[in-house]
Every structure is written in C-alpha cells, then in structure tokens.
C-alpha cells in the first residue's frame, strides 16, 4: 500500500488528520476462505442493466432496466416502481442514505432526485457544474449534506452540495482515476477495436465508509483508491493536499462490481478470475466463491439475510445469482 499523505490540518485548526495506515495484509494475495459462500439461487432477469444493484430490508433487490428506470427484485422477478410521480427521466446510478433512495439522471445537465422506497420523487436538485462535455456520471454516493459522483468519460470526482445544487470537479484525469492497466476477463484481456488491448474505462467504482469519512474509488482494471471526505468538502485544502491525500488501498483484479457494507466490508466482482472476494476491516483479503458465470458479473449487494445478490450476463441475458454467505 503507497500513501501519498502523511497527514493534513484545516484552516480551523482542528486536529491533524492521519492517513498513515498499516500494510500488514493490504496487499497479500487472495486466499481461498476455508467455508465458501454458496449460489442458491440463478434467476433470469431480461432487460436490466448489471451495472447496478442495491439491497432492501426486506431481502429484495433494487436494479435499472435498459431504458434507464428503477425496478424492484423479488424471487418472483423484476417490476418496475411505478408509484405516482415515479421518475421518467433516464438513471444513471441509484444509491440510499438514511431510508431515502435517491438516483442520479444521465444528460448534459445531471439532476439529483430524491424518492420514497416506491418511486415517489421526493425532491429534485440541478447539478449546476457536474458535468462537462464528454462527461458519463457512473456513480453516486450520498452522506450528510454532500453527494459524490464518478465520471468516468472525463476522469474525475465530483462532490455537489445537496443544498445549492452546487458541484466541483476534483482530481481531473489523476493517474488513480484513469484506466492505466488491461481489463482482464477469464484471465484474458479485453481487445479494442484497434486489436489491442483496453483498460475499459477510467474511475466507475465509487464507495463510501459508513462514517462518511472514506471515499474509495477505482476503474475497472484497478486498483482502489482512498480518500478523506474531507478532502474534497473542505475549501480550506488545496489541490495540491488533496493530490497528496490520494492513498492506493489494495491491488484487486478486474472487476466487474463493488460494494462496501454498513459493517465497511467489500464484496468485489472478479470477472478476471471468476471468483467473489472479500476484504473487511481484519484487512485479510478473501476468495468466498468461484463458478465460471462470474467471469461476466457485475453489480454485488448485500442484503439483511446473510445473502449477497450479484447481477451476471449469460447468453447476453442479465441474471441474478443468490449467493448464502459462510
């Protein structure tokens, strides 16, 4: 592990902030956990996206279809949340904060909206420069009062006031949000039109601690990346602490997927080896499952019953595997 800041202070004055951490496991390889997790369940799921998932209380699923709009995941299937005053908008990404759902829309102007567990839109906030041309918002994060955005076609970390509707661009094409290695499937490499290999994008995992002080992030080819909130919300820091401030978290493979847990573990879709791994706060990097149809995963996420769903593509057709945790 390289951290890059060894510690920070606020105009304020409040007490150094240290980033120093220690690499005892961080980047030891994968090893097989001694009890794998198990898939109970494969289950077809025609015209959702795999690039989103997210878990609900009750053990349903939240997901996008291809145009864009929110669906719920049952055992029975997926249908759309069509409550009054759903939105029509096209979706990018959808997260949760403190019960509240909230999604951000694709376009050359973003918007923030805020709905009830049903779809009901609650509120809607303009991103008033989030966005440049050429820019492709892949992810959000919610805490407090601030959102934050990836956007991976003009490599960047967004953070808007969820007040004013305010957004700043952070980090712009920084080496550690840039595509900078191949994305490997099955241990292959993805070939580009050109016939060589591409690294599939820049910055399109974003994850954020349960404090709201850590804000991890990474491209598909890896690796993740770590930040402090405070970093990017404070106006008293300058570029150049924050370009200090970037700490390289761990070495992963391609992924497909990530998500971090109210209990701060990752869940991490390898499509380079075909596994799912697991890294937690005992800093011991795990391989819970392997099965071929990994390979094409996306979107991991765990709900209140011991389960993890993650989205996969077989025959060109989005599925979800149930997976019981060890």
């Known amino acids: 592990m390289r951290t890059r800041l060894l510690h920070a202070a606020t105009a304020a004055g409040l007490t150094a902030l240290a ?3 220690t690499p005892a496991k961080a980047d030891h390889p994968w090893q097989d956990a001694p009890t794998q997790a198990s898939i109970t369940t494969d289950a077809i799921l025609p015209q959702i996206q795999p690039t989103t998932l997210l878990a609900e209380e009750d053990g ?20 759309p949340l069509n409550a009054s005053g759903a939105p029509t908008e096209r979706l990018a990404a959808l997260t949760t904060s403190d019960g509240q759902l909230w999604a951000l829309t ?8 805020r709905m009830s567990r049903e779809g009901t839109v609650v509120s809607r906030t303009l991103l008033d420069g989030a966005a440049v041309t050429g820019s492709n918002l892949v992810a959000l994060q919610i805490h407090g009062t601030h959102a934050y955005l990836a956007d ?14 305010k957004a700043s661009r952070f980090l712009a094409y920084d080496p550690s949000l ?17 016939g060589h290999p591409i690294a599939g994008g820049n910055v399109r995992f974003l994850m954020l601690d349960k404090r709201g002080q850590w804000l991890f992030y990474q491209p598909a080819c ?23 401030g970037i700490t390289e978290w761990r070495t992963t493979p391609s992924l497909g997927g990530a998500t971090l ?54 025959d060109g057709t989005t599925h979800i595997l149930r997976i019981a945790l060890p």
């Open 19 to 21: 980033f120093s951490v």
């Open 60 to 79: 349903n699923y939240l997901a996008l279809d291809e145009n864009g709009h929110p669906v719920r995941i049952t055992v029975t299937g997926a249908t």
């Open 106 to 113: 694709s376009g050359a102007v973003p918007t923030l909206i």
């Open 152 to 165: 991976e076609g003009k490599a960047a970390l967004i953070v808007a006031n969820l007040q004013t509707g």
């Open 178 to 194: 840039t595509g900078r290695h191949p994305l490997l499937r099955n241990g292959q490499p993805s070939i580009g039109p050109d």
């Open 222 to 244: 890896g690796p993740m990346y770590r930040i402090d909130t405070a970093l990017l919300t404070d106006p008293a820091f300058t570029p150049v602490e924050q370009l200090d």
């Open 261 to 314: 847990t109210s209990t701060d573990t990752f869940y991490l879709s390898d499509i380079e080896g075909g596994s799912l791994l697991k890294f937690g706060s005992d800093r011991i990097p795990l391989r819970i499952l392997r099965d071929p149809r990994l390979v094409n995963a996306g979107a991991p996420a765990l709900s209140n019953s011991h389960e993890l769903g993650v989205l996969v593509t077989e």
